[in-house]
């Protein structure tokens, strides 16, 4: 049985298990609620925790072990003459019976001992999984009446749960917490073993990015250079043309919507400019590619400028429009958020609307709109396929947006795909920009939070 299946079956037990637990509190309370110590829902809770919290940690328990007991099962039930101790041929077998079993094509030829292991395979998953929906309906309703058997007028159900539901939030917080960590410490650990490699002063303050290495030692090939800085620079450059768009544009168009447009008029143009944010970037890329750096050419050589058909001003300006409704919607928001207490006094005084916007509306939504700001920043500094069709891949140093540039995020994909070996200093150097790239995003939202702490207290 699938684990949708398994899923299925849980969901619909531990629906029965609340409308159980509700009913029996209710009849033991002689058909009146106000017996109870908590409200009947409660007592439904309290059952439908009872059965759902034990059967899915059985359910995901089981999931996890289950292909690798059976696998190991299947190994050891080889004749002797398959298990050579060859690690990477007995993971090419073990991939045979695995699709032999699903009815994928295999690596090689079938032959009677890897038909015999596949069919023992699916004889085992066939048995595991009807034996996990067993155990987990009949654990399920060993639950469901052990907790109806505790449901009497003066069982807090709603204090247990209550405190069940804060382990639980507590559970999912340190689950998060530990996400973030290991993600960091992933990047710290692979980038360290590039800085073994290539030294850390090179990498930060290097002029010269070619990360082609030699795939084997006796092959004649470059040594590779590892100098970030262009990386970073064409990042930037792209960055500040993205943010010179998106951000006269979406602050303006935000207070046009919050404080001039009409209601039809904002009801018409807030969604329209949202519907920016919800287009696939490799379609603003095609756009990019395919419309705006041919036009940007072709204006330049009108006016004597070279273009090149790869360009950060292309790429800038249509991560630019991709990135507007960060700005303009979350702007809006804030914007709106001001009491219309402080509109009045400044318009009482004799101000008028476009001195209230600028002296009173905008300095108080201002945390709002610096946090609306870094989030645009963040995009962009983030952003892959944009870049990879309209700038370019080539790592050039410069800060004319005629030119093509790249950026971390296209040279961390870029390093990731291809033959080179994993431990090699061109694959590793991936993580080390990545490591680059956390710190900037964790510095711009140190920024942004210290700017929103200095501004809050004058207006709360």
Same mark, same amino acid.
């Given at each position: 049985?699938?684990?949708?299946?398994?899923?299925?079956?849980?969901?619909?037990?531990? @629906? *029965?298990?609340?409308?159980?637990?509700? &009913?029996?509190?209710?009849?033991?309370?002689?058909? %009146?609620?106000?017996?109870?110590?908590?409200?009947?829902?409660?007592?439904?809770?309290?059952?439908?925790?009872?059965?759902?919290?034990?059967?899915?940690?059985?359910?995901?328990?089981?999931?996890?072990?289950?292909?690798?007991?059976?696998?190991?099962?299947?190994?050891?039930?080889?004749?002797?003459?398959?298990?050579?101790?060859?690690? *990477?041929?007995?993971?090419?077998?073990?991939?045979?019976?695995?699709?032999?079993? &699903?009815?994928?094509?295999?690596?090689?030829?079938?032959?009677?001992?890897?038909?015999?292991?596949?069919?023992?395979?699916?004889?085992?998953?066939?048995?595991? &999984?009807?034996?996990?929906?067993?155990?987990?309906?009949?654990?399920?309703?060993?639950?469901?009446?052990?907790?109806?058997?505790?449901?009497?007028?003066?069982?807090?159900?709603?204090?247990?749960?209550?405190?069940?539901?804060?382990?639980?939030?507590?559970?999912? /917080?340190?689950?998060?917490?530990?996400?973030?960590?290991?993600?960091?410490?992933?990047?710290?650990?692979? &980038?360290?073993?590039?800085?073994?490699?290539?030294?850390?002063?090179?990498?930060?303050?290097?002029?010269?990015?070619?990360?082609?290495?030699?795939?084997?030692?006796?092959?004649?090939?470059?040594?590779?250079?590892?100098?970030?800085?262009?990386?970073?620079? +064409?990042?930037?450059?792209?960055?500040?043309?993205?943010?010179?768009?998106?951000?006269?544009?979406?602050?303006?168009?935000?207070?046009?919507?919050?404080?001039? $447009?009409?209601?039809?008029?904002?009801? $018409?143009?807030?969604?329209?400019?949202?519907?920016?944010?919800?287009?696939?970037?490799?379609?603003?890329?095609?756009?990019? #590619?395919?419309?705006? *750096?041919?036009?940007?050419?072709?204006?330049?050589?009108?006016? +004597?400028?070279?273009?090149?058909?790869? /360009?950060?001003?292309?790429?800038?300006?249509?991560?630019?429009?991709?990135?507007?409704?960060?700005?303009?919607?979350? /702007?809006?928001?804030?914007?709106?958020?001001?009491?219309?207490?402080?509109?009045?006094?400044?318009?009482?005084?004799?101000? %008028?609307?476009?001195?209230?916007?600028?002296?009173?509306?905008?300095?108080?939504?201002?945390? +709002?709109?610096?946090?609306?700001?870094?989030?645009?920043?963040?995009? *962009?500094?983030?952003?892959?396929?944009?870049?990879?069709?309209? #700038?370019?891949?080539? $790592?050039?140093? %410069? #800060?004319?947006?005629?030119?093509?540039?790249?950026?971390?995020?296209?040279?961390?994909?870029?390093?990731? @795909?291809?033959?080179?070996?994993?431990?090699?200093?061109?694959?590793?150097? $991936?993580?080390?920009?990545?490591?680059?790239?956390?710190?900037?995003?964790?510095?711009?939202?140190?920024?942004?939070?210290?700017?929103?702490?200095?501004?809050?207290?004058?207006?709360?």
């Amino acid at each position: 049985m699938s684990f949708t299946f398994v899923l299925g079956a849980l969901i619909i037990l531990t @629906v *029965a298990g609340f409308y159980m637990g509700r &009913s029996r509190s209710l009849a033991d309370a002689g058909g %009146t609620a106000q017996r109870l110590h908590s409200r009947p829902h409660y007592y439904g809770y309290f059952v439908a925790l009872w059965c759902g919290i034990p059967t899915l940690l059985i359910l995901g328990v089981w999931t996890m072990f289950q292909t690798p007991i059976i696998e190991m099962l299947v190994q050891n039930s080889l004749p002797e003459t398959m298990l050579n101790g060859d690690p *990477a041929e007995m993971s090419l077998i073990m991939n045979d019976i695995r699709n032999l079993a &699903s009815g994928n094509i295999t690596s090689g030829e079938i032959t009677p001992q890897i038909q015999a292991a596949a069919d023992h395979y699916v004889s085992l998953n066939t048995t595991s &999984s009807l034996a996990k929906f067993v155990v987990i309906l009949a654990i399920g309703i060993a639950a469901i009446a052990f907790a109806r058997s505790k449901i009497n007028p003066a069982l807090r159900a709603r204090n247990q749960v209550e405190k069940t539901m804060m382990a639980i939030l507590i559970v999912c /917080s340190v689950i998060a917490i530990l996400t973030t960590v290991g993600i960091v410490m992933s990047l710290v650990f692979e &980038s360290w073993r590039f800085f073994e490699k290539v030294s850390p002063a090179e990498f930060l303050f290097g002029l010269e990015w070619s990360p082609q290495t030699a795939l084997r030692s006796d092959q004649v090939g470059a040594s590779g250079a590892f100098g970030a800085i262009p990386l970073f620079a +064409g990042t930037m450059l792209i960055s500040l043309v993205a943010m010179c768009v998106a951000g006269p544009v979406g602050l303006l168009s935000a207070i046009y919507m919050a404080e001039y $447009a009409p209601t039809k008029v904002r009801g $018409a143009v807030k969604p329209a400019l949202e519907v920016l944010a919800g287009i696939p970037t490799v379609v603003y890329g095609f756009f990019a #590619a395919l419309t705006v *750096a041919p036009f940007l050419r072709d204006q330049g050589t009108m006016f +004597g400028l070279d273009i090149s058909s790869e /360009s950060a001003l292309a790429a800038g300006l249509v991560m630019g429009i991709m990135i507007i409704p960060f700005v303009s919607s979350l /702007s809006d928001d804030v914007i709106n958020a001001v009491p219309q207490s402080l509109r009045e006094g400044s318009l009482g005084l004799g101000a %008028t609307k476009s001195e209230t916007i600028k002296r009173v509306i905008l300095p108080a939504a201002l945390p +709002g709109i610096v946090g609306s700001f870094m989030l645009a920043i963040s995009r *962009a500094i983030g952003e892959t396929m944009i870049v990879v069709m309209a #700038a370019g891949l080539g $790592a050039n140093l %410069t #800060a004319n947006p005629l030119e093509a540039v790249t950026t971390v995020t296209v040279q961390i994909v870029t390093l990731l @795909v291809g033959d080179q070996e994993f431990d090699s200093a061109k694959t590793l150097a $991936a993580f080390a920009l990545g490591l680059v790239l956390f710190c900037v995003t964790l510095c711009l939202n140190i920024i942004a939070m210290a700017v929103v702490n200095k501004y809050r207290e004058q207006y709360d």
